[in-house]
């Protein structure tokens, strides 16, 4: 699958912190809330930042086991969880989910969890995870699923061509096939309560702010690359980032790109 440095994954997290629908939390932290060492899985934890945002909600007996392809975030993950919270069981995994969960689903799970991750995957793979989680009766919280909308201000005049290529690319192959993309939150909707679920969703859209400048950098700096990846004018794209990096680096940026979390839970 398609990888993500780090140091994206360090500037982004606060913003996902910020992001994260507070109610749809809330709901599934009360799902672990009676039971005696709630176990959790993560999907494509990265370098563990559901478990950051989770931790001070649940019980304190918690058990989680994290996974991720790539050998080094889950190698950070794995010191960072034992140095931020050792007094936690918590197990890493490196785990192709390219090729499905079902190994991951083995052991019992009292909660499958992932964050920013469903927009990568295919239909077939959404396809395959909910049949994997229905069989079982699990419940499933997915956080921070981009929808497609973008909005900057100031506005600039290329600002929905950009987006218009940012979301052409979001549809590539990440790894699991031609990707969903902004249409994976509804999908997975859909697809959970066919499946006999019970979903809430709610937006958890990004706020960056004057403050997070580095965040929105790097953002801008991305999606000037998306644009070129999808042959917007290399005239064009410069002439955009240029515009976007000077409000940044004035203080007047504002941009907001919206997400949604959900929990889904067997009926």
């Known amino acids: 699958m398609s990888g993500f440095s780090a140091e994206w994954l ?40 559901t ?7 649940l019980p304190a007996d ?22 931020e919270f050792p007094e936690l069981n918590v197990e890493t995994l490196q785990a192709d989910l390219a090729h499905g969960i079902e190994p991951l689903l083995d052991e019992p799970v009292d909660l499958l969890t992932t964050s920013a991750f469903l927009d990568l ?47 052409r ?13 902004p249409r994976a939150v509804l999908q997975a909707v859909k697809r959970f309560e066919a499946a006999g679920f ?6 958890s859209d990004w706020e960056a702010e004057p403050a997070d400048a580095a965040f929105q950098h790097a953002l801008v700096d991305g ?8 042959d917007v004018p290399a005239g064009e794209v410069s002439n955009w980032q240029s515009a976007r990096r000077a409000a940044i680096a004035d203080g007047h940026s504002h941009i907001t790109v919206s997400h949604h979390d959900f929990l889904a839970v067997p009926g």
């Open 10 to 49: 360090d500037v982004r997290e606060p913003l996902d912190a910020r992001a994260r629908n507070p109610g749809i939390l809330a709901r599934a932290a009360a799902l672990c809330a009676e039971l005696s060492a709630p176990r959790i899985t993560d999907l494509a934890s990265g370098t563990g930042s």
């Open 51 to 57: 478990l950051r945002a989770m931790q001070p909600v």
């Open 62 to 83: 918690q058990v989680w086991r994290l996974t991720d392809h790539d050998r080094t975030l889950i190698e950070t993950a794995h010191a960072r969880a034992h140095a």
């Open 121 to 167: 995957v295919s239909a077939d793979w959404l396809d395959g995870l909910v049949a994997a989680v229905a069989a079982r009766r699990i419940p499933f919280y997915a956080a921070l699923t981009y929808d497609g909308r973008i909005s900057c201000q100031p506005e600039h005049p290329l600002d929905d061509t950009v987006r218009a290529a940012v979301n």
């Open 169 to 181: 690319h979001q549809y590539g192959d990440k790894g699991f096939g031609p990707a969903l993309g």
């Open 198 to 203: 019970s979903v809430d969703f709610a937006p």
């Open 223 to 230: 999606w000037a690359q998306a644009a070129l990846d999808m």
